[in-house]
């Protein structure tokens, strides 16, 4: 699996956008950039992932670099709730491996 | 969506006893779970891989007679701490494959951890 890096942590003014970078830019072909996030305590929550194409979901939009060696995730409006731990995890998509975490961002998100 | 089950959230054992931790895949068979510890404001990192029937693989380091894996079914994989010590106080989560569920989930699901305190 790819090498991801994160920055270790970022603010965010409550109902502002929070854009989460990430840096892949050993990234094949073949894999795909998944996000999850871990709040205070819980098991990690899957938030959306991508080949190429930006993705949107309900909780979060995915937004890829043409040449893969990056990506954005972005909360659009981002609440107390949102504050936690993202990970940004490069992989292949079929497979039964287990998901590897780095250190990811602890995102805060304030009043 | 898939859902994984993990009891129990938190428990608090004496030192030399030892803890089950349980992990069930609740609408869906998992050939395949995963084992992770979390120390305090660390990542989480991999212990080992359960695979329904056969013996666990673990990752280097995790000593694989303290961390019991059992794996007896499609639906359920323990992890038993054994002779548990304050060291092995930390947060442990599971998760499960489900190929199926990998436009909703990315194919992977997690348990909502257990928060072991060993005194």
């Not at chain 2, 959230?9 to 931790?21: E, L």
């Amino acid at each position: 699996d790819a090498k991801t890096t994160q920055p270790p942590s970022m603010d965010c003014a409550e109902g502002r956008a929070a854009n989460l970078p990430c840096n892949h830019s050993t990234i094949s072909g073949n894999e795909y950039v998944y996000w999850y996030r871990q709040i205070h305590s819980q098991g990690p929550q899957y938030i959306i992932h991508g080949l190429k194409n930006n993705e949107t979901n309900e909780m979060a939009s995915l937004i890829i670099t043409e040449d893969r060696k990056s990506s954005t995730l972005i909360l659009p409006h981002a609440t107390l709730r949102d504050t936690a731990v993202y990970y940004c995890i490069v992989r292949v998509r079929m497979g039964n491996t287990p998901l590897v975490f780095g250190k990811g961002t602890r995102l805060s998100v304030i009043a | 969506g898939a859902v994984v089950s993990q009891h129990p959230s938190r428990v608090i054992c004496k030192s030399g006893t030892s803890v089950k931790i349980e992990c069930r895949s609740l609408d869906f068979q998992a050939t395949t779970m995963f084992w992770y510890r979390q120390f305090p404001k660390q990542s989480l990192m991999l212990m080992a891989t359960s695979n329904e029937g056969s013996k666990a693989t673990y990752e280097q380091g995790v000593e694989k007679d303290k961390f019991l894996i059992n794996h007896a079914s499609l639906t359920l994989s323990t992890l038993t701490v054994t002779s548990a010590h304050p060291e092995d106080s930390s947060f442990y989560i599971c998760s499960a494959r489900d190929p199926g569920q990998g436009a909703l989930s990315g194919g992977y699901t997690f348990g909502s951890g257990t928060r072991l305190t060993v005194v």
